[in-house]
């Protein structure tokens, strides 16, 4: 799909957008100030002034990548965001559905006509469409795929068997590819009758006559070799390759690990059919780390910040209630030594300290077993060993900090026990966030789950409760 070129030096995204937030602004004092006037030319001077103002933000609109279109969509409240998505030129809707994130397009789709949809989708590639086809109306992907070539109905088919998170879901089906027993010289002649090179394409795959994959020829080493040579001497016989069903953020890593920039995709006899590119790998990683931040938070999946008030209940509730639950418990272990707090007072101002100190310890560790599952660094084997370093970082914090509150307790207290007490706590609920740091990440993928889902939710839960009891059960032993 062609994309539009900014016809203006680069400017910053808040800026692009703080100018059409300006431009809109503006369209809507005009509007009205006009709708306030009275007389016989009323109607004229108001469609004049409408027009006028939506030609200048479409003007500014014209200028921008699609990529950035796609990102002042995100940030316009709904009604502004359908004005916008109104002026921009039909033979870019498709380049933009597919930038702006899932719970954007659902309102942009919905404000669309079938017909509308379907000029949009047949600009894209069979790996597009395999994207967007769970979106679109049912009724409107049997027609397109009425209107769709065999080939290019085969591979949409292709890529819609695969699940999400598999290699053959995100492949790419435009590629070059040559055979081995030709020279470099034809291959040239072959590329300058090409109307233009797929993106991203820093190499050729080299097939047999059966299609299957015996190498690439990486395109520097066709441009800087002898055009006599054959395509056999050059390539590239043992390049990384990825199976449609592998999972696609082991091929993301891979991609980062060897600097790749397009790599092919064969089945199971070694056939080519596709291939993956960078774009698409830097794509999934932001949405696998968005999906994290997300999941740490309790949030069921990602959300416009201008969705309806219902649509943002139904997708926080769930971790609410489960927050709710634990705050009730942690209430209900103060509960438990009402008597103490009464009688000692100080403890009723210390034990939060205890409590949100083991809280982001314990969001600490976890944060970095996450990451460490997700790079593969984390297996049965240092399981063991991942534990007993966290506890030891977690018991030297415990002495240092907990010294320290301690002394900070006795100078406004004027009593050692208390700050031997506070120190106590502090060591063994830092201990206690270290090990549910660990085991919280590794229990949820052990049922088969995310291990960010809810992460953060649980270890609160955990150190607050824990925290509470250790440090009040401390003082009702030792103080009272």
Same mark, same amino acid.
Request: aromatic share 4%.
């Given at each position: 799909?062609?994309?539009?070129?900014?016809?203006?030096?680069?400017?910053? !995204?808040?800026?692009?957008?703080?100018?059409?937030?300006?431009?809109?602004?503006?369209?809507?004092?005009? *509007?009205?100030?006009?709708?306030?006037?009275?007389?016989?030319?009323?109607?004229?001077?108001?469609?004049?002034?409408?027009?006028?103002?939506?030609?200048?933000?479409?003007?500014?609109?014209?200028?921008?990548?699609?990529?950035?279109?796609?990102?002042?969509?995100?940030? !316009?409240?709904?009604?502004?965001?359908? #004005? /916008? &998505?109104?002026?921009?030129?039909?033979?870019?809707?498709?380049?933009?559905?597919?930038?702006?994130?899932?719970?954007?397009?659902?309102?942009?789709?919905?404000?669309?006509?079938?017909?509308?949809?379907?000029?949009?989708?047949?600009?894209?590639?069979?790996? *597009?469409?395999?994207?967007?086809?769970?979106?679109?109306?049912?009724?409107?992907?049997? *027609?397109?795929?009425? #209107?769709?070539?065999?080939?290019?109905?085969?591979? =949409?088919?292709?890529?819609?068997?695969?699940?999400?998170?598999? @290699?053959?879901?995100?492949?790419?089906?435009?590629? /070059?590819?040559?055979?081995?027993?030709?020279?470099?010289?034809?291959?040239?002649?072959?590329?300058?009758?090409?109307?233009?090179?797929?993106?991203?394409?820093?190499?050729?795959?080299? =097939?047999?006559?059966?299609?299957?994959?015996?190498? @690439?020829?990486?395109?520097?080493?066709? !441009?800087?070799?002898?055009?006599?040579?054959?395509?056999?001497?050059?390539?590239? #016989?043992?390049?990384?390759?990825?199976?449609?069903?592998?999972?696609?953020?082991?091929?993301?890593?891979?991609?980062?690990?060897?600097?790749?920039?397009?790599?092919?995709?064969?089945?199971?006899? %070694?056939?080519?059919?596709?291939?993956?590119?960078?774009?698409?790998?830097?794509?999934?990683?932001?949405?696998?780390?968005?999906?994290?931040?997300?999941?740490?938070?309790?949030?069921?999946?990602?959300?416009?910040?201008?969705?309806?008030?219902?649509?943002?209940?139904?997708?926080? &509730?769930? &971790?609410?209630?489960?927050?709710?639950?634990?705050?009730?418990?942690?209430?209900?272990?103060?509960?438990?030594?009402?008597?103490? +707090?009464?009688?000692?007072?100080?403890?009723?101002?210390?034990?939060? +300290?205890?409590?949100?100190? %083991? %809280?982001?310890?314990?969001?600490?560790?976890?944060?970095?077993?996450?990451?460490?599952?997700?790079?593969?660094?984390?297996?049965?084997?240092?399981?063991?060993?991942?534990?007993?370093?966290?506890?030891?970082?977690?018991?030297?914090?415990?002495?240092?900090?907990?010294?320290?509150?301690?002394?900070?307790?006795?100078?406004?207290?004027?009593? &050692?026990?208390?700050?031997?007490?506070?120190?106590?706590?502090?060591?063994?609920?830092?201990?206690?966030?270290?090990?549910?740091?660990?085991?919280?990440?590794?229990?949820?993928?052990?049922?088969?789950?995310?291990?960010?889902?809810?992460?953060?939710?649980?270890?609160?839960?955990?150190?607050?409760?824990?925290?509470?009891? +250790?440090?009040?059960?401390?003082?009702? +032993?030792?103080?009272?």
């Amino acid at each position: 799909m062609t994309e539009v070129e900014a016809k203006k030096p680069q400017e910053s !995204l808040q800026v692009r957008l703080a100018q059409v937030v300006e431009l809109l602004q503006r369209h809507k004092v005009v *509007e009205n100030l006009t709708h306030r006037q009275e007389g016989i030319n009323h109607g004229r001077v108001e469609n004049l002034v409408h027009r006028q103002n939506l030609a200048e933000l479409q003007r500014k609109l014209d200028e921008l990548h699609s990529a950035d279109v796609a990102h002042i969509l995100e940030a !316009l409240p709904l009604d502004d965001r359908l #004005t /916008v &998505w109104q002026l921009v030129k039909a033979e870019r809707d498709g380049d933009i559905l597919l930038e702006v994130s899932d719970a954007v397009r659902e309102t942009l789709l919905a404000d669309m006509d079938d017909h509308e949809i379907l000029a949009a989708a047949r600009e894209m590639d069979a790996d *597009e469409l395999a994207d967007l086809a769970s979106e679109l109306p049912r009724d409107v992907v049997h *027609e397109l795929m009425e #209107t769709l070539d065999a080939q290019q109905r085969e591979r =949409v088919r292709s890529a819609l068997s695969y699940e999400d998170d598999q @290699v053959g879901a995100l492949m790419d089906f435009e590629m /070059v590819t040559i055979r081995e027993d030709v020279s470099l010289e034809v291959v040239l002649r072959y590329l300058r009758r090409l109307k233009e090179l797929p993106g991203h394409t820093d190499k050729l795959f080299v =097939v047999d006559y059966d299609g299957v994959l015996k190498g @690439v020829l990486p395109v520097k080493r066709l !441009l800087v070799n002898d055009p006599d040579k054959q395509v056999s001497e050059v390539m590239a #016989t043992d390049p990384v390759s990825f199976h449609p069903d592998e999972d696609a953020y082991v091929a993301a890593q891979a991609f980062e690990r060897y600097d790749l920039i397009s790599s092919p995709v064969v089945d199971k006899n %070694g056939k080519l059919i596709g291939r993956l590119t960078i774009d698409e790998m830097v794509d999934l990683i932001r949405e696998e780390s968005e999906s994290e931040v997300l999941n740490m938070a309790g949030l069921r999946e990602e959300e416009d910040i201008f969705a309806s008030v219902w649509k943002s209940l139904r997708n926080r &509730w769930a &971790w609410l209630a489960v927050n709710l639950v634990t705050a009730f418990m942690a209430s209900r272990v103060i509960g438990l030594f009402e008597g103490s +707090i009464e009688k000692l007072v100080a403890l009723a101002a210390l034990m939060p +300290i205890v409590a949100g100190i %083991g %809280g982001n310890s314990g969001n600490q560790t976890i944060t970095m077993i996450v990451r460490a599952m997700a790079l593969d660094q984390v297996t049965t084997g240092n399981t063991s060993r991942l534990i007993r370093k966290e506890l030891g970082v977690g018991l030297v914090n415990g002495i240092v900090w907990g010294g320290v509150i301690g002394v900070v307790a006795y100078l406004l207290y004027d009593s &050692w026990s208390l700050g031997v007490v506070m120190t106590a706590a502090m060591t063994l609920n830092l201990l206690l966030a270290a090990m549910m740091g660990v085991l919280i990440p590794m229990t949820l993928v052990r049922l088969g789950r995310d291990p960010a889902m809810g992460a953060s939710v649980m270890i609160t839960a955990v150190t607050d409760s824990g925290g509470f009891f +250790i440090f009040l059960g401390l003082a009702s +032993i030792f103080l009272l």
